[in-house]
């Protein structure tokens, strides 16, 4: 046996605490996610190959990781403040974080029980209980137990006790008390046995079938009573007797036809509230519809023959020989065809005066205009003629979405295998987080990359050739356009122009101000990150800036320079200021709005000859109508809350969600009058400066400018779609119910007011600085925004144009 020494003993002792007190250098390839809060450390380094084998090595190599995980961990708790106990004596506490890490639970999460129909019912109706309900269970202080009160194993009916029996006072001591209970209970069932028995034979005298003739012949009718009470009589003991093979069906309802089943008082509301406003449009739709064009034409015909009637009283017996030598005259017109095709043109002249300058320009008298109706009639004509469109395309980018996402966009151009990339973004978020995010995960995945910033908020043609030329110095293969509309349409058209360095630059600016051309060549990638939610410039290939030489805005509008992918990350949104959020929440209202109820698809002209020139805006279809519905349904549920309260994070998150969906429905249906309006609003813009917008120069916001005019122009478009008009105040919490077709528009006005109103939005174009001196150069710079307004539902004359403008100015 070997000999074991004290020293021997001590020098181990030494290095075994040596060992436990040697310190550690962690390193780690990705540093740890912790959340103090949690005791929580998130590793997400490659797993070391020596795990993947079972045996010793594998345990050591999991306490080791434990082990260095763990410190890393304890090294984070004794980075936060701490303090001693007991006035310094005690041990030294901690403040743990709030948890960031939302932990699974073992079970669900209790659900309430649903409530019964009554108690819907009494909910509905307001109705109180007046006393507590009785409870079905009593506690046996026997037992020690909650038992029902009734029943066998009722509460004080335990059988176990029946063993002994109280003797009653002044009985038979001798007397056997238990079997003069089982002779009570005997008598007790015998008794009630009787009153069955008794009651069922008095119900059966009362019911008793009527009685036979003596001499055995009945009529039909007392024979089919007889049957109808023989067989009502077997069904309460199960036995059905059929119906006779000639015997006639016994109707149930007296009164004959078929008897109305009513719904439930509770239930489907839904349901209800849809059948109701189904039989609402079944009776509007029995009205005759009114047709201003035959109106006007009958009217027209109408005095044309009067005038005819009451010159051929004046001019009879004034024919001379001049007179009749002109009818003789072959080719020559006479004086009477003259005299007609004047009266023709004065009535013509008359009747269009009276529809345009006699009427004041209000929106009231603008459905009396005829125009709108003759140019809808055109339209069909054109459409049964096929020069209308026939079809619609959509074209979407791919969308990511999900908080945190930006942290994905570094493995992204990884896997396209980006070598040289643009940054672009502007001033304002180079400082702020969002920023942030995407530098570490380029910088994470050994992306190169350079930053743009000069971006300019409302982007203007130079701003434009500005980054153009930054994008072809710098020769990328790839873009990240960080930021809200202004940067990702000027990241679209540096990616455009750089991609194509012989195009002039306004090549491809719509038409009239540019050249319209398509694009004919193919992009670099580009990768939208917004962090407002409001242009969905992520989704479309559109991109807007303003034409200073025109005071105008206007754009480009190619499927081709839409971003190769759109991530949508909800945590930007969480830094937009209250009116950044609001400006922005309305460019998603009217994006939802006019893309409703743009005009049709199948209605829009010229039908392109070949399908590289259909137009990206092509008019309402049915699947942007599903994505501007639904957009709209956030909008009014959740814009509200994210412009009160800005730590509602659910809310900004959803208005993040809206502006995408309204981005996919308007990018192929297109706006019309609200967006063709405000490009000449932020355009022609004098002093004014929003606030929260961090700018040195005078600004209208993009969303402020559209909302502004969205009362004026549904009042004017609804004629021609009233449903939609009233499905869409309907979403806005309007009451439709008892509201008429012809009033849509005025319906939909109002809930815009109300709803402008409570988020404290500027009265009017008035508010901005303008006024009615300034209408004429508002409609000049509408009219060549012909891309757009030609998509609204009714066509529009400068008169009605300056009348929206005037309704605008003032809008509470």
């Known amino acids: 046996m070997a000999t074991l020494y004290v020293e021997d003993l001590l020098a181990r002792a030494e290095e ?57 961990l304890v090294g984070q708790l004794w980075a936060l403040p701490s303090e001693r106990a007991d006035g310094g004596s005690g041990p030294l506490l901690v403040q743990l974080p709030e948890s960031s890490t939302r932990l699974p639970r073992e079970k669900p999460l209790p659900k309430p029980r649903p409530l019964t129909r009554w108690e819907q019912f009494a909910r509905l109706k307001g109705i109180r209980p007046t006393r507590k309900k009785r409870g079905t269970l009593v506690w046996d202080e026997v ?50 046995e009787f009153n069955r028995l008794r009651n069922l034979a008095r119900g059966s005298s009362r019911g008793a079938a009527p009685q036979l003739h003596p001499t055995g012949h009945q009529d039909r009718a007392e024979l089919g009573r007889v049957t109808a009470v023989a067989r009502l009589s077997t069904a309460s003991r199960g036995r059905f007797q059929p119906r006779l093979p000639k015997e006639p069906p016994v109707t149930k309802n007296r009164a004959g036809g078929k008897k109305r089943r009513f719904g439930p008082v509770l239930g489907d509301l839904e349901g209800e509230k849809q059948r109701q406003l189904e039989l609402v449009r079944n009776l509007n739709a029995k009205k005759p519809p009114l047709d201003l064009t035959r109106a006007v034409n009958k009217q027209l015909r109408q005095e044309e023959s009067e005038a005819a009637a009451t010159a051929k009283g004046k001019k009879r017996g004034q024919r001379g020989k001049r007179a009749r030598r002109q009818q003789q005259r072959p080719g020559v017109p006479s004086s009477r065809s003259n005299g007609r095709k004047k009266r023709e043109g004065s009535l013509f002249a008359k009747t269009a005066a009276s529809c345009v300058m006699h009427v004041p320009f209000s929106l009231s008298h603008l459905f009396a205009r005829t125009a709108a109706n003759v140019e809808t009639e055109e339209a069909g004509n054109e459409a049964a003629l096929g020069k209308t469109d026939y079809a619609f395309e959509m074209a979407v980018s791919n969308i990511r979405y999900g908080e945190g996402v930006t942290k994905e966009v570094g493995m992204d151009l990884q896997n396209m295998g980006a070598r040289n990339v643009c940054v672009m973004t502007d001033q304002n978020l180079r400082q702020l987080p969002p920023m942030k995010a995407v530098l570490d ?123 190769h992918l759109g991530l949508v990350d909800s945590s930007h949104t969480m830094h937009m200021p209250e009116r950044v959020t609001a400006n922005s929440g309305f460019d998603v209202l009217c994006h939802a709005l006019e893309s409703y109820t743009a005009l049709p698809y199948h209605k829009r002209s010229p039908c392109p000859s070949n399908p590289v020139h259909r137009p990206a805006y092509q008019g309402s279809n049915p699947i942007s109508d599903v994505w501007a519905i639904h957009a709209l349904q956030i909008v009014a549920k959740y814009l509200k809350r994210a412009i009160k309260d800005p730590e509602d994070q659910e809310a900004r998150a959803n208005m993040h969600l809206a502006s995408t969906f309204a981005g996919i429905g308007f990018g192929n249906a297109g706006v019309h009058l609200c967006h063709g309006m405000s490009y000449p609003i932020s355009g022609l813009v004098k002093n004014y400066k929003a606030k929260d917008y961090h700018v040195d120069h005078s600004l209208v916001p993009h969303g402020l400018s ?91 004359t400068e008169e009605e144009l300056s009348a929206l403008f005037e309704a605008s100015m003032k809008l509470y």
């Open 16 to 72: 075994r605490e040596a060992e436990t007190l040697r310190s550690v250098a962690v390193h780690k390839e990705l540093d740890l996610e912790f959340d103090p809060g949690n005791l929580l450390a998130v590793d997400k380094n490659p797993v070391p190959r020596g795990m993947v084998r079972e045996g010793a090595a594998r345990e050591d190599l999991l306490r080791a990781l434990a082990r260095d995980n763990t410190q890393l």
């Open 441 to 563: 995960s380029l910088t994470k995945n050994g992306i190169v990359f350079k930053i743009y910033d000069k971006v300019r908020v409302e982007p203007t043609d130079q701003s434009f050739m500005d980054a153009i030329e930054f994008a072809k110095k710098g020769k990328f293969d790839s873009y990240i356009a960080l930021g809200g509309g202004s940067v990702i349409d000027t990241c679209k058209c540096a990616n455009l122009y750089a991609s194509s360095p012989e195009s002039e630059f306004l090549d491809h600016v719509n038409a009239p101000i540019g050249k319209g051309k398509p694009v004919t060549v193919a992009l670099k990638p580009l990768i939208a990150v917004p962090t407002t939610a409001g242009t969905g410039s992520e989704t479309t290939g559109v991109a807007i800036f303003d034409y200073k030489e025109l005071k105008v805005k206007t754009g480009i509008a190619s499927r081709a320079i839409k971003p």
């Open 143 to 192: 037992a020690k137990e909650w038992r029902r009160r009734w029943g066998y194993r009722r509460a004080g009916a335990d059988p176990k006790r029946d063993w002994v029996l109280e003797v009653p006072a002044g009985s038979d001591p001798l007397q056997d008390q238990f079997a003069k209970r089982r002779e009570e209970k005997r008598e007790r069932v015998a008794r009630n």
């Open 706 to 796: 559209v909302v502004l005019t969205s009362p004026a122009v549904f009042t004017f478009t609804a004629p021609m779609c009233p449903e939609r008009h009233l499905e869409a105040a309907q979403i806005m919490g309007a009451n439709i119910s008892t509201a008429r077709m012809k009033d849509a528009g005025f319906v939909l006005a109002d809930t815009l007011r109300k709803f402008l109103f409570d988020l404290n939005v500027d009265n009017g174009l008035a508010a901005l600085g303008y006024s009615k001196a300034d209408i004429p150069s508002l409609v000049k710079g509408t009219l060549p925004q012909e891309r757009v307004t030609k998509l609204s539902p009714r066509p529009q």
